[in-house]
C-alpha cells in the first residue's frame, strides 16, 4: 500500500475534559472545553484552525454547530458517523488533507454528557433496524454478548479470559487519576458480578460516563516547531463490513482485521514493532477480538493471550494504558480516548502508567456493533 | 402450488406477510439464491429478480445470549439462527429453558409475537410435537 502521508502529519494538542461527570454541561459545553484546552495545548489560537472534524451523539448536524460554538470558520470539517471509530477516520482524512494542503490545522473533537445528562444514558439517533429491533436486543451488549458467546462455542474461550481482560484495565486505571473506576477489582470480582446479557457480566461491560476529548494536526515540519512533542501518524485504515450484528457474516471475526495490515503496510511495520496498543475495549470481548485482528496472536486464541495478566501492567504487552472504556472512560464513543491516551504515551507524559520507551503506538476505533473498525499507528520523531 | 409472488416493496411485504402469520424468504429467481433480510436487491449483485418463497421454518443455533431482567420482567433470550435456506436472522427462542441450549441444535419457526408485534420466533426442534 502506498499513498499515504506516512510521518508528514501530527498531532500537535491534545486534552480531555469532564471526564468525571460533574453535572451541568451539555455536550458541546464539554466538546469546546476539551478543544480550547486542545488548541491551547498546541501552542495555537483558535484563529488558526481551519479544519474541524467533530462528532456529537446526539447533533446530526455538528459539523456546523461545533465550528459555530467554537467561533471557527473551517475552509474543511469532517462528520463521518460511524460512532466510536469515527476519530481514527477523522485522523486520516486529516493527514491527508493537511499533506494535499486543503487546511492547516485540523481540530478533532467530541464530548458527551451522556451520564449525567438529563434521561440518563443518551442515545444517538439511529433507526431501529426492522429485522432486530422487534425482538428487543438490548444493544450495544446484546450483540457483543452474541459474539462473546460464538467465540467461546468456537475457540473455548472462558468466562475468565474475560475477565481478564476486565481486570487489566481495572489495574492500568489505578495507575491513571483520570480514571472512573480504581477500586480494586478480582477475577472473581467479574465472574461474580451481576450477569446482564450472558456471557457478559457488568464488568465485563464498560463504564457509562461524560466525558470530551479534542486532538490537534498539523503538518509534520509545522509540528516540530510547536511546544509539545508530535505524535506521527504512520498509517491510517478503516473497513466496514455490516451495521448490524445479524448480519456479520462470522461474529469472531471484525473488519479490524482488514484494516489493521493495511494500516501497517503504511506504516512499514507489523505487529511485533508496537510498544503500546489503545484498543475500543467497550466489552471485554472486544480486547480479545482486537488482539486476534490486530495480528498479535492466531485468530482464536486471544483468551490465552491475555490470560495471566498478560496485558495488565508488568504483562507482554501493554494494551489501554489509560484504564479503557472499562474503567478509565466511555462516554458513548470512546475512540477520541484512545488517541490522546496514544499520544500522551509517546510523549512520555503517561506519569505513573508510562510505558518505558514507548516509541510506537496503535490506537484504535470500533463503531456501532463491531461494524466500522479503525487503526491509527503514530510514532515519535526517530520512528518517521 | 402457487404463482411465485415478485418482491416490489420488501420491508412493507414482509411485515404484511408476518401479519397474516406466514415466514416469507426472498429468493433470486434467475439463481436460487436466499436473500434475508429482505431487500430491493441481492446486496452484491443487485440482482432485482426477486420473489417471495415459505420460508422451510428450521435452522440452526448460531449464538444466543439470555437478556437479564430486573423481576417481575422476565429474562428472555436473544439468537442468531442460521436457516435452513442459508441466511442468518435474529430471533427469540421460546418455550425453553435456557441452560438446556447449545450451540448448533436444530430449531423450528413459527409466527409468534413479542409484545404485540408479529415476530418470527424459535423453539428448540425436539420439544415440537
Not at chain 1, 107 to 136: D, H, M, T, W
Not at chain 1, 316 to 326: A, E, I, Q
Not at chain 1, 362 to 367: F, S, V
Amino acid at each position: 500500500m502506498t499513498g499515504f502521508a506516512r510521518g508528514r502529519a501530527a498531532v500537535v494538542g491534545a486534552a480531555t475534559y469532564g471526564m468525571d461527570s460533574k453535572p451541568g454541561f451539555s455536550a458541546i459545553e464539554l466538546l469546546a472545553k476539551a478543544s480550547f484546552a486542545a488548541i491551547a495545548d498546541a501552542g495555537l489560537v483558535p484563529s488558526q484552525i481551519d479544519a474541524v472534524f467533530s462528532t456529537l451523539p446526539e447533533d446530526p448536524f455538528s459539523a456546523m454547530s461545533v465550528p459555530e460554538y467554537l467561533g471557527i470558520r473551517p475552509r474543511l470539517v469532517e462528520n463521518s458517523r460511524t460512532g466510536g471509530s469515527a476519530f481514527q477516520i477523522y485522523a486520516m482524512w486529516a493527514a491527508l488533507a493537511l499533506d494535499a494542503g486543503l487546511c492547516d490545522a485540523v481540530l478533532i473533537c467530541y464530548g458527551s454528557n451522556q451520564r449525567s445528562g438529563a434521561g440518563g444514558l443518551v442515545r444517538s439517533a439511529s433507526i431501529p433496524f426492522p429485522y432486530e429491533a422487534p425482538y428487543k436486543p438490548r444493544n450495544p451488549t446484546t450483540s457483543y454478548a452474541l459474539a462473546a458467546k460464538r467465540h467461546m462455542h468456537q475457540y473455548g474461550t472462558t468466562r475468565e479470559h474475560l475477565a481478564e481482560v476486565a481486570v487489566a484495565a481495572r489495574k492500568w486505571a489505578q495507575l491513571n487519576p483520570d480514571a472512573n473506576m480504581r477500586d480494586p477489582l478480582s477475577i472473581d470480582d467479574v465472574l461474580n458480578a451481576r450477569m446482564v446479557s450472558d456471557p457478559l457480566t457488568v464488568r465485563d461491560c464498560c463504564l457509562v460516563t461524560d466525558g470530551a476529548a479534542a486532538v490537534v494536526m498539523t503538518r509534520a515540519d509545522r509540528a516540530r516547531d510547536l511546544p509539545n512533542k508530535p505524535a506521527f501518524l504512520l498509517g491510517a485504515a478503516d473497513a466496514t463490513w455490516h451495521r448490524n450484528i445479524s448480519t456479520s457474516a462470522d461474529v469472531t471475526v471484525t473488519a479490524a482485521s482488514e484494516a489493521a495490515p493495511r494500516a501497517y503496510a503504511q506504516a512499514g511495520i507489523g505487529p511485533a514493532d508496537i510498544d503500546v496498543v489503545e484498543l475500543y475495549d467497550a466489552f471485554t470481548i472486544n480486547t480479545i477480538l482486537f488482539l486476534e485482528d490486530f495480528g498479535f496472536c492466531a485468530k482464536g486464541e486471544g483468551g490465552p493471550f491475555v490470560a495471566d495478566g498478560a496485558i495488565a501492567p508488568g504483562g507482554r504487552l501493554p494494551v489501554n494504558t489509560n484504564g479503557g472504556g472499562l474503567s478509565c472512560v466511555h462516554p458513548g464513543m470512546y475512540g477520541l480516548f484512545t488517541m490522546v491516551e496514544a499520544v500522551t504515551q509517546l510523549r512520555g507524559a503517561a506519569g505513573d502508567r508510562q510505558v518505558e520507551d514507548a516509541r510506537i503506538a496503535l490506537a484504535h476505533g470500533n463503531g456501532g456493533v463491531l461494524s466500522s473498525q479503525a487503526v491509527t499507528i503514530w510514532g515519535t520523531a526517530d520512528t518517521v | 402450488m402457487s404463482e411465485p409472488v415478485r418482491s416490489i416493496h420488501p420491508e412493507a411485504e414482509f411485515a404484511r406477510y408476518l401479519a397474516d402469520g406466514r415466514f416469507m424468504l426472498q429468493r433470486v429467481v434467475s439463481t436460487g439464491e436466499t436473500v434475508f433480510f429482505p431487500r430491493v436487491a441481492q446486496p452484491g449483485t443487485g440482482k432485482d429478480d426477486l420473489e417471495w418463497v415459505e420460508a422451510a421454518g428450521t435452522g440452526t443455533l448460531y449464538s444466543f445470549t439470555v437478556t437479564r431482567n430486573k423481576p417481575p420482567a422476565a429474562d428472555y433470550v436473544i439468537a442468531l439462527v442460521d436457516l435452513a435456506e442459508g441466511a442468518r436472522m435474529m430471533s427469540r427462542i421460546v418455550n425453553c429453558d435456557p441452560a438446556t441450549l447449545w450451540i448448533g441444535m436444530p430449531l423450528r419457526a413459527h409466527v409468534g409475537e413479542v409484545d404485540g408485534t408479529p415476530a418470527v420466533l424459535f423453539t428448540p426442534e425436539k420439544i415440537q410435537s
